[in-house]
């Protein structure tokens, strides 16, 4: 997978010590990085962290209040969205509900000049290419959410841009059909060739899709590297938590000595009844998650999460269980 180690010329994107803000907010504060060309790069965060505003940054819609941006190595912080070579994919698809799906897909050459017989041409491999080709007659109003999805994708896609930026494209679709996109917008991605990136909440999403994860709070990026690094080796408490639901647990409860240490929950074994040495807690809360159940123990004032398969019956609430895991599990955090 691609690597930021190369020259310049391989940089995509590059945010240098970017900062936006609105009135007294501050919705991306100090945020360096750089996106290598073809990466698969995401900006995964809570609500309010300032990922759209730094996507938005690099299209263009919003301009630095300090700070420089670069689009391959050439300093782009001033210029307008039309003067940079990258498209943007909406969630709400903003599609043009007059046209149909063939002029909707073909509507960025027409405003660029590009004579009828290549635009439709182009339209046409765009919709073959997100598995839509026969659709070209229809009005978006005639499409499932998914095609819609599709369509935009299509859209964005005709003008051939070498930067392609997502806003939570899959937000308004349900599971499976989530799934099903994640996987077929990776595959696009791969087979074109384009910069991908990303905006999203779901770190599954950013997990399963990326080649590097940008992970932001409070405007600011806390930690970036490839999904099992982030995963693996969260550095802080924030990110130990938000990327897979990590246990965050004081070194002195679980005998590991000083310090805060992650361990994920799929890592915990539980044992029904206590053996000498194990981490003695009380079963406080069971839930069923169809793959597997989620246990919850209470350990003093902490509280571990584990998983078990769901083929197994968990025991009774209120029940003393052991709990253990291989020393490697447990990755010690910095402090804050
Ligand atoms: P979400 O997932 O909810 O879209 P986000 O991580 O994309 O959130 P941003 O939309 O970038 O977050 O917003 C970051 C912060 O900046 C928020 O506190 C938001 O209220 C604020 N903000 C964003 N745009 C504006 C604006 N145009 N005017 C004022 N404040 C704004």
Redesign the pocket.
Same mark, same amino acid.
């Given at each position: 997978s691609p690597t930021v180690t190369g020259t310049r010329a391989n940089v995509a994107v590059a945010l240098r010590d970017v900062s936006c803000t609105?009135?007294t #907010? $501050? @919705? #991306?504060d100090g945020v360096t990085l750089e996106i290598a060309e073809g990466e698969f790069f995401s900006l995964l965060?809570?609500?309010?962290?300032?990922?759209?505003? @730094?996507? $938005?940054l690099i299209g263009g819609f %919003?301009l630095p209040s300090a700070g420089r941006i670069e689009l391959f190595g050439q300093d782009a912080s001033r210029l307008p969205p039309y003067a940079r070579d990258v498209n943007t994919v909406f969630q709400d698809y903003a599609l043009f509900p007059h046209m149909n799906v063939r002029e909707n897909v073909a509507y960025a050459l027409t405003v660029r000049g590009v004579p009828k017989r290549e635009r439709e041409r182009r339209a046409e491999e765009m919709l073959d290419l997100v598995k839509l080709s026969g659709f070209g007659d229809r009005r978006p109003a005639q499409l499932s959410g998914g095609q819609r999805q599709r369509v935009s994708l299509a859209r964005a896609l005709a003008r051939h841009p070498r930067i392609l930026l997502l806003? %939570?494209p899959l937000g308004a679709l349900d599971l499976k059909l989530r799934e099903e996109m994640q996987g077929e917008l990776r595959s696009l991605q791969r087979q074109l060739g384009v910069t991908f990136v990303y #905006?999203t909440?779901d770190q599954g999403e950013a997990l399963s899709m990326s080649d590097r994860v940008a992970v932001?709070a409070d405007?600011r990026v806390v930690q970036m590297g490839p999904p099992r690094e982030v995963y693996e080796r969260p550095r802080t408490r924030f990110v130990a938590r938000f990327v897979g639901g990590a246990n965050v647990l004081d070194g002195g409860v679980i005998g590991a000595g000083d310090g805060t240490y992650a361990l994920r929950p799929e890592r915990v074994t539980v044992h029904p009844s206590p053996r000498p040495g194990d981490l003695v807690g009380t079963l406080d809360d069971v839930s069923y998650q169809g793959a597997f159940t989620r246990l919850d123990v209470r350990v003093g004032l902490e509280r571990v999460s584990a998983v078990m398969p769901a083929s197994v019956p968990p025991p009774p609430l209120g029940t003393m269980v052991g709990l253990t895991w291989d020393p490697d599990a447990l990755h010690r955090l910095e402090d804050e």
């Open positions: 609105f009135g #907010v $501050r @919705a #991306v965060g809570p609500s309010g962290s300032g990922k759209t505003t @730094a996507l $938005r %919003e806003d %939570e #905006v909440h932001f405007g």
